[in-house]
């Protein structure tokens, strides 16, 4: 059974969480808790359920914090996670490292001639991934007399200024794949995929960039990114070094 469960930001805050609690029932069982408002509700009302606590970036760690006494057990997708928060409490933490996975299907991977080189970004068009560098970073391409063809996979929130900023340009398109398959082929057709980006935890789309041969040029932040990008398959830069 799936249930939905609808609140506005109009609503007083403790009865949603309150609202939210009653879903949730008194009979054992697990919760399994992705973001804030699963913990707030179990710190306030508590739980005789199991509480399993998903540990994907920085945003969750800050909750780990904020509510670690809820938690029983946590997953991590870096080992760093998993480190830090064994160590606050070795015997009594529950911790346990689950590295992301993607599907390898049969793609064949294509790259371009010498005389052009072909870019790829695929993650959510927001200020966090670093979407407005890609530009700049164009721009000393150009500089250089590198000859570069880009394309742009996503959707979010900046897709109508990054339209916009890249308008004068021809060697540019934004595309929005339905499945996942088709963002891998997509992927495999480059040369490199690169990451700008500012806040991460250990990226899917690392993982599919790798797997579609290229190379890779993503931003230096510590958990799944150190873990994943070594220096045989591509390169770590500072955050924010568009040179």
């Given at each position: 059974?799936?249930?939905r ?5 109009l609503?007083?805050?403790?009865y ?9 029932g ?7 808790c ?8 179990i710190?306030e ?11 994907h ?16 057990v946590y ?7 998993r480190?830090v928060l064994?160590s ?22 294509t790259h371009?001639?010498p ?11 927001v ?9 700049i970073?164009?721009?000393l391409?150009?500089?250089?007399r ?15 200024y990054?339209?916009?900023q890249?308008?004068d340009?021809?060697?540019i398109r ?9 963002v891998?082929?997509i992927?495999s057709?480059h040369?490199l995929?690169?990451?700008?980006t500012?806040f ?5 789309s690392?993982l ?6 290229g ?13 994943i990008?070594?220096?045989d398959?591509?390169r770590?830069v ?5 040179e």
């Amino acid at each position: 059974e799936i249930v939905r469960f609808c609140y506005s930001s109009l609503e007083n805050r403790f009865y949603i969480l309150k609202r939210f609690h009653k879903l949730l029932g008194n009979a054992p069982g697990a919760i399994i808790c992705n973001d804030g408002l699963e913990m707030q509700s179990i710190y306030e009302y508590g739980t005789n359920k199991t509480v399993y606590q998903i540990i994907h970036d920085f945003y969750n760690f800050g909750l780990a914090v904020k509510y670690g006494a809820m938690s029983d057990v946590y997953i991590t997708h870096t080992r760093l996670f998993r480190d830090v928060l064994e160590s606050s409490d070795p015997i009594s933490t529950h911790a346990y490292f689950l590295p992301h996975g993607v599907r390898i299907p049969k793609i064949k991977i294509t790259h371009s001639s010498p005389d052009i080189l072909r870019i790829v970004f695929t993650g959510r068009l927001v200020e966090s991934k670093g979407v407005k560098d890609l530009y700049i970073i164009h721009q000393l391409l150009l500089k250089k007399r590198i000859a570069a063809e880009w394309t742009i996979i996503g959707k979010g929130q900046l897709k109508s200024y990054l339209t916009d900023q890249w308008k004068d340009e021809k060697n540019i398109r934004f595309v929005s794949p339905d499945t996942n398959d088709e963002v891998l082929s997509i992927v495999s057709q480059h040369d490199l995929f690169i990451l700008p980006t500012r806040f991460e935890g250990s990226p899917v789309s690392i993982l599919e960039a790798v797997r579609g041969g290229g190379g890779t040029v993503v931003s230096d932040l510590p958990g799944g990114i150190r873990e994943i990008v070594r220096q045989d398959i591509g390169r770590r830069v500072p955050v924010g070094n568009h040179e």
